[in-house]
């Protein structure tokens, strides 16, 4: 009986993100960015019980508490989007994402190039967050559906990355898990460039 709702809400989020040209960039660029974290950090374990590292997996999942120096990043992303607005933050953040990148794929041979990315990742994932679920939120009188349309969008993202960075790692290794992060980062970033 309650699934009535459930599903009349879900079939208005294709036409409530076609009305809304801001949530529909803040979803794809969202979908863009937890993409390309979720890319390398689900693949991550894969690196470091390998031959470069050769880590115990209880060792190598010790490596995400490096993740929670980024968690301080909220309440100052949080400051600086009501200072310079959601979109300057989001782009801040792709750059500082795109940064981590390189360092990833210096980090299949250099423990300390790894710790960097990730402290950089986490805190770009974190002020992309924040800000592009800010612009979800007030850019249509249903926040809630909106929210739920980002949500999604964000998580499809992630699944969909995840799901091609395994192969890419399983035929060209860490340098392919890094490539499909960055082509995750570059299709959310042409979605911050399109102006409508």
Request: charged share 5%; with cysteine.
């Amino acid at each position: 009986r309650g699934a009535g709702p459930l599903l009349s809400g879900v079939a208005a989020l294709p036409g409530l993100v076609r009305r809304s040209p801001d949530l529909w960039r803040a979803c794809l660029r969202q979908a863009g960015m937890f993409g390309a974290w979720s890319a390398l950090w689900t693949s991550l374990a894969l690196l470091l019980t390998g031959r470069t590292y050769g880590l115990s997996t209880a060792t190598a999942g010790l490596f995400g508490l490096f993740g929670l120096a980024a968690s301080a990043v909220a309440p100052l992303a949080g400051g600086l989007v009501d200072r310079f607005g959601a979109t300057r933050v989001v782009r801040s953040a792709y750059v500082l994402a795109a940064a981590s990148v390189p360092l990833f794929w210096l980090g299949g041979h250099t423990m300390a190039a790894l710790f960097l990315a990730a402290v950089a990742i986490h805190a770009a994932l974190v002020a992309s967050h924040v800000a592009n679920q800010t612009l979800a939120l007030t850019t249509t009188s249903t926040p809630a559906t909106a929210n739920t349309a980002y949500v999604v969008s964000g998580f499809a993202g992630a699944a969909l990355a995840s799901s091609v960075a395994a192969p890419a790692f399983a035929h060209w290794g860490w340098s392919g898990v890094c490539a499909v992060a960055a082509v995750w980062l570059v299709l959310g970033w042409t979605t911050t460039a399109v102006r409508r």
